[in-house]
């Protein structure tokens, strides 16, 4: 019999060990994750240290906060000078805070546009989500232009023309060399864009329009880059 090919197999069961002393419990996570060396230790007692200095500005600050106001103004009235969170504001300014200058009668847009911004990282980020989906992945930037700047919904369908209009150099260019193919698209796409898409986009408006009523930039940011663009 070889001795080497024999196979031994154990018959009981090897009863459970108890857990090391130094295991486990609940300072087993930080000492793993947060003192686990100097450098480590050093960064969590700095990091420790820094929120609590941070708590003790914000405390008195936060402390002295009036949340019953109508508006801005009310509550500076209410706080006579002195150091206080004036929280009216945002009852008074929230409009402003989410959408800056847009146009009321037109938030729908952006709120739409926010809200198509999910169902297009759906298909990225889900790997259960079918990859046809991708297509409003692809779409979803013209999309998203269209609607919170309006104008002519032609312009960024020309726009993405652009991309078909290089796809045609690369495919002819490509089995020469990847590097001309590569440039050849570039200037197929670039030269579209410059010269083809206003053109393009105002012939195909003139057909079938189909529009949203434009908003300008500074109509878009907030106060701040209103004030700096006038």
């Not at 018959?11 to 947060?34: F, H, T, Y």
């Not at 409003?136 to 002519?152: C, E, H, N, Q, T």
């Not at 012939?203 to 109509?219: C, N, W």
């Amino acid at each position: 019999m070889n001795m080497h090919n024999a196979s031994w197999v154990r018959q009981d069961i090897v009863s459970a060990s108890p857990r090391p002393a130094a295991q486990g419990g609940v300072m087993e996570w930080p000492r793993k994750n947060l003192f686990n060396g100097w450098l480590s230790t050093l960064l969590t007692m700095t990091s420790v240290a820094m929120v609590v200095w941070i708590a003790f500005a914000l405390a008195p600050w936060l402390g002295n906060s009036i949340w019953r106001a109508n508006s801005l103004a009310e509550c500076r009235q209410i706080l006579d000078g002195a150091s206080g969170a004036c929280w009216g504001v945002i009852r008074d300014r929230w409009p402003q805070l989410f959408f800056g200058f847009y146009p009321p009668h037109l938030y729908w847009r952006p709120v739409l546009t926010f809200a198509l911004l999910f169902a297009a990282l759906a298909p990225i980020l889900f790997r259960t989500i079918p990859q046809r989906a991708l297509w409003f992945s692809a779409v979803y930037p013209g999309l998203a232009y269209w609607l919170i700047w309006g104008g002519s919904l032609w312009f960024p369908v020309a726009v993405y023309c652009g991309f078909v209009f290089a796809a045609g150099p690369f495919s002819l260019t490509a089995r020469v060399s990847r590097g001309i193919a590569v440039a050849s698209a570039t200037l197929g796409g670039v030269l579209w864009w410059i010269y083809a898409v206003q053109p393009v986009s105002a012939f195909a408006d003139s057909l079938l329009p189909i529009a949203l009523t434009p908003v300008a930039s500074r109509e878009i940011g907030d106060s701040c880059s209103r004030s700096s663009s006038g």
